[in-house]
T-cell receptor, first 111, second 111 residues
Framework: DGGITQSPKYLFRKEGQNVTLSCEQN?????MYWYRQDPGQGLRLIYY???????QKGDIAEGYSVSREKKESFPLTVTSAQKNPTAFYLC??????????FGPGTRLTVL | GQQVMQIPQYQHVQEGEDFTTYCNSS?????IQWYKQRPGGHPVFLIQ?????EVKKQKRLTFQFGEAKKNSSLHITATQTTDVGTYFC???????????FGSGTKLNVKP
């Protein structure tokens, strides 16, 4: 099956901890994206990558970091510098400017 | 900066009534995409419009892309309870590859 997966589905973090969210796709897409969604809100772009070993900041990159060492993988690290990380995190992939395929998302809660 | 706004924010309709959501971008978009997100789920791609003035139909759904490629609309005829969810528009500006999502319109359909 082709698709995009995210893990874990739910994640709990203590204040001051870094956590890494996984995103993997086997759709052979060049572009991958990370979005944050707060309750009742739209999607805000955190980081995006158009090609392996390259990525760009979105609108709310502060407190987050990413890597793109493989075409299939685009992990997101939520660092302790992110002051309000509790949210729903969505990863997506696409061909250039094409339809975005979303993963099921990770719900992060800070305890 | 780039902004994509949608109105209305919420819409409550009786089953069988029509529904329309409007999307407006502060800059010209190379294409417009529409997504639907069911409660608790992730966004799912509905359609992409590329040409100025383009109109596309999917059964009861009609999508339009404005002549200036800065606005778009989604119209649902005779809503059903299965139409419940939040509808987002999204698009990349002409000279960038990252996507901007609209704020979304949440549709509730009463049986």
């Amino acid at each position: 099956d082709g698709g995009i997966t995210q893990s874990p589905k739910y994640l709990f973090r203590k204040e001051g901890q870094n956590v890494t969210l996984s995103c993997e796709q086997n759709l052979n897409h060049d572009a991958m994206y990370w979005y944050r969604q707060d309750p009742g809100q739209g999607l805000r772009l955190i980081y995006y990558s158009q090609i392996v070993n390259d990525f760009q900041k979105g609108d709310i990159a502060e407190g987050y970091s990413v890597s793109r060492e493989k075409k299939e993988s685009f992990p997101l690290t939520v660092t302790s510098a992110q002051k309000n990380p509790t949210a729903f995190y969505l990863c997506a992939s696409s061909h250039r400017r094409g339809e975005q395929f979303f993963g099921p998302g990770t719900r992060l809660t800070v305890l | 900066g780039q902004q994509v706004m949608q109105i209305p924010q919420y819409q409550h309709v009786q089953e069988g009534e029509d529904f329309t959501t409007y999307c407006n971008s502060s800059t010209t978009l190379s294409n417009i995409q529409w997504y639907k997100q069911r409660p608790g789920g992730h966004p799912v791609f509905l359609i992409q419009l590329v040409k100025s003035g383009e109109v596309k139909k999917q059964k009861r759904l009609t999508f339009q892309f404005g002549e200036a490629k800065k606005n778009s609309s989604l119209h649902i005829t005779a809503t059903q309870t299965t139409d419940v969810g939040t509808y987002f528009c999204a698009g990349p500006p002409n000279n960038f590859n990252k996507f901007y999502f609209g704020s979304g319109t949440k549709l509730n359909v009463k049986p």
